[in-house]
């Protein structure tokens, strides 16, 4: 029995559709859609101000003849979802439990995802290119071979076209979570080339942008080398000039002095003064030698500080540094005045452009310096370069420590406490984000001993090395005229008829009575 439901636009549009209790609501989007002039992939359903399921039949949906739905504009920025392909019987042996596991953005199409589990399957699979031979009355038929297209069946829902299997998991109403797709094959009578044709046709696109985005890239990185080696060759030399001790005595004798640069030596009782000192014959600046940690890697150590209370609590406050000023009371307006104005929200390319922007400054990020804190306030600074991976800092940690054999964790704060993962894979500046200077908290595990919890923490080599953090004291900054603490006890007085403050004026309407 077939029945209609209504789908209305923000221009109150309408469309009737026709549903039956099979029919899913994905294709009732695709139909209301095309009849209001729309693209399916960039709207949603919603009923009663609730985003409906676009993957569930009519007769599952909880939706009553003739209800209407509202199209609504989709998210853009993909979700993740689980995927898990069950394979047929003849190639379940092939793979663990029969059954091959993935995640991917909602905007992945079914061939798309056939294809990744092809490369990604340990074991020789093909799902896309399968032909089978036709046997008719016992022969066969020689150097013919037919196509064996793939089947998926999601949610109850058979999808065995070229067309169903271009389609995206959030078009299926897939946009989160997980979901079973079973996988079989189906003989058809289309020849093995002329199958291989229509795929070509049917995805030459998504081939031809990666062809053209890895053109772009390779046409673009030339440019960049030649710019950057020119600029180089026109860089000034930076040699240090031999003759800089002869230049300053010409120019010492350009301004008139004599040719015997001293011939009056001054004494001092019966010594002679010590001869002046030029730039030459200047000592060295002394050079302290670098504190080499594991892998000779460059080090600073700096010790807990010695006192149990923080030198900020220590610091004698002034009281009058807690009243608020006018100063403080306009910032205080424009920043409330700035929060109650409309703004517009970034679009899905400004947002993408960030995210860009973000990851070429992670690419350009050469080293990142990284001060590891201990539990007992001592804290080690070492840099590390792009290359670098999760497991070097762990291994860097570990070797600074005198219980190596012990466990711990290292965390660091963004949006929230997380741990570093021991992941010989992920490289701490294009995985994990760190640049600039970042601070890593030390924690022992849940199974270290109590001994290693109470001894030192640091190796007896590198506590001798440790320095003091030397904390600047502020000096006190001077007082602006503007600077004046508001007065509270005088807020709200109204003036009296001595002249002083703002004078009584006449009303306005008072003021037009008196002309007329």
């Known amino acids: 029995m077939a029945s209609q439901v209504y789908v209305l636009d923000s221009s109150a549009r309408r469309a009737a559709i026709k549903v039956t209790p099979g029919k899913y609501l994905s294709d009732v989007l695709e139909e209301a859609c095309a009849k209001l002039g729309y693209k399916a992939s ?81 074991a020789n699979l093909n799902f896309t290119g399968r032909g ?24 109850g829902r ?76 026109r860089l000034p030399s930076a040699e240090p000039n031999a003759s800089e001790d002869v230049d300053t005595t010409s120019v010492n004798a350009s301004e008139g002095t004599t040719a015997d640069p001293m011939p009056y030596p001054e004494t001092e009782g ?52 807690f009243e608020p000023t006018i100063a403080h009371a306009k910032l205080h307006q424009s920043r409330l005045l700035n929060n109650t104005q409309n703004k517009r929200l970034l679009s899905d390319a400004e947002t993408e452009q960030q995210e860009a922007d973000k990851a070429a400054k992670l690419a350009n990020t050469k080293e990142v310096s990284i001060k590891v804190r201990f539990p007992d306030q001592s804290t080690i600074v070492s840099t590390f370069n792009a290359q670098e991976t999760c497991a070097h800092l762990y291994t860097f940690v570990k070797g600074v420590i005198v219980a190596e054999n012990q466990p711990f964790k290292l965390v660091w704060t963004s949006k929230g406490s997380q741990t570093i993962p021991k992941d010989e894979k992920k490289k701490l500046i294009k995985d994990l984000g760190f640049e600039g200077r970042m601070l890593i908290n030390f924690v022992w595990g849940d199974a270290a001993s109590e001994g290693a919890r109470k001894a030192p923490i640091l190796k007896p080599q ?55």
Do not use: C
């Open 158 to 233: 058979e999808l065995s076209t070229f067309e169903d299997l271009q389609k995206t998991l959030a078009q299926l109403g897939l946009n989160n979570g997980s979901t079973l797709i079973r996988l079989d094959f189906k003989k058809t009578d289309r020849p093995l080339e002329q199958a291989i044709a229509e795929i070509g046709q049917y995805f030459k696109e998504e081939e031809i942008s990666q062809v053209s985005d890895k053109a772009e890239s390779s046409n673009t990185a030339p440019k960049e080398v030649d710019t950057i080696t020119a600029a180089i060759a």
């Open 42 to 122: 960039n709207y949603g359903l919603k009923h009663n101000n609730k985003p409906v399921d676009l993957s569930l039949p009519f007769r599952s949906s909880n939706l009553s003849p003739g209800a209407k739905l509202e199209l609504i504009l989709a998210s853009r920025s993909p979700s993740v979802v689980l995927v898990a392909l069950q394979l047929p019987q003849s190639l379940a042996s092939s793979v663990p439990n029969g059954r091959l596991v993935d995640k991917f953005p909602s905007n992945t199409t079914l061939w798309l995802i056939l294809r990744q589990f092809e490369s990604n399957g340990e």
């Open 270 to 321: 019966d010594a002679p003064l010590p001869a002046p000192v030029t730039p030459s014959k200047r000592p060295a600046p002394e050079t302290r030698k670098p504190v080499l940690g594991p892998d000779q890697r460059p080090i600073s150590v700096f010790s807990p500080p010695s006192n149990d209370t923080p030198k900020a609590a220590l610091v004698p406050h002034n009281e009058e540094d």
């Open 132 to 155: 089978v031979t036709q046997v008719e009355n016992g022969a066969s038929r020689a150097g013919r071979i037919f196509y064996e297209m793939p089947v998926l069946n999601i949610v």
């Open 462 to 516: 590198f506590v001798q090395s440790a320095k003091e953090v030397h904390v600047p004291e502020p000096p006190p900054a001077p007082k602006g005229q503007d600077e004046k603490p508001i007065d509270k006890k005088a807020k709200g007085k109204e003036t009296d008829g001595s002249g002083e403050g703002k004078p009584k004026g006449i009303p306005k309407w008072l003021q037009k009575l008196s002309k007329k």
